[in-house]
């Protein structure tokens, strides 16, 4: 019954390996979202995607690409993993692009090596 | 450009007392949504309370409430009767309806038994 569920919730890998993060939402909602929060906790917003269109693109290196196959799904690929990229990665969902209360995954750790 | 901060990077209460968080914003925008988030240390973001600014009555939401002060940008979180499951993070966040949600920094709070 889980509402946003991310696999998996630990990844650890190696400089320079690429990797995904899935997400999936089963809330019907229209939009979803990436987060990164790093080590001092700080939550910043990555990417938005409403009915698997992108809304929003931070200033993300293009080694981060969003991927929305279908609008309850919307997973993440790394390329080229650095150091810098270790952090805990939320996916969350609204109901739609509007600022309704956002709906988030457990998070992924990702610890860069 | 938007911002929200949190100055109280920590904070501790004694169980079954009240404690009160703080949060400041920044914007011209005149329609708007504040927000609570709690992060316990399951690290799943969970929704505390919401409030639309265009409303003058503070939400809440059993022993959770906000004191929403719109001229002085100020939304206070106000925890009554604290728990023990009360410990997490506490991010405030600020958004609209067509741009993308702040977090502030977060205040760790901590409730003593």
């Known amino acids: 019954d889980t509402a946003v569920s991310q696999t998996p919730k630990y990844l650890v890998t190696q400089m320079g390996n690429d990797k995904s993060i899935k997400c999936e939402q089963n809330l019907g909602h229209d939009t979803m979202y990436w987060y990164k929060q790093d080590s001092k906790k700080f939550l910043k917003i990555m990417f938005s995607y409403n009915n698997k269109e992108l809304i929003i693109n931070e200033t993300v290196p293009n080694r981060f690409s969003p991927k929305s196959p279908d609008k309850a799904h919307l997973n993440l690929h790394i390329n080229s993993l650095e150091l810098g990229d270790s952090a805990v990665y939320f996916c969350?969902?609204?109901?739609?692009?509007?600022?309704?209360?956002?709906?988030f995954g457990p998070g992924t750790r990702l610890t860069v090596t | 450009a938007q911002t929200v901060t949190q100055s109280q990077p920590e904070m501790s209460v004694q169980e079954a007392e009240t404690v009160t968080l703080s949060c400041t914003y920044d914007t011209s925008e005149n329609n708007y949504y504040l927000f609570w988030y709690k992060q316990p240390p399951s690290r799943q973001m969970i929704l505390v309370i919401r409030?639309?600014?265009?409303?003058?009555q503070n939400a809440t939401e059993n022993r959770f409430s906000v004191n929403f002060q719109k001229a002085a940008k100020s939304f206070s979180l106000k925890i009554s009767d604290s728990q023990l499951g009360d410990t997490a993070m506490y991010f405030c966040?600020?958004?609209?309806?067509?741009?993308?949600?702040?977090f502030g920094p977060g205040t760790s709070l901590s409730v003593i038994p």
């Open positions: 409030q639309e600014a265009y409303k003058q």
């Open positions: 969350a969902s609204s109901q739609d692009s509007g600022v309704l209360e956002q709906y």
């Open positions: 966040a600020w958004g609209t309806s067509y741009d993308k949600v702040i």
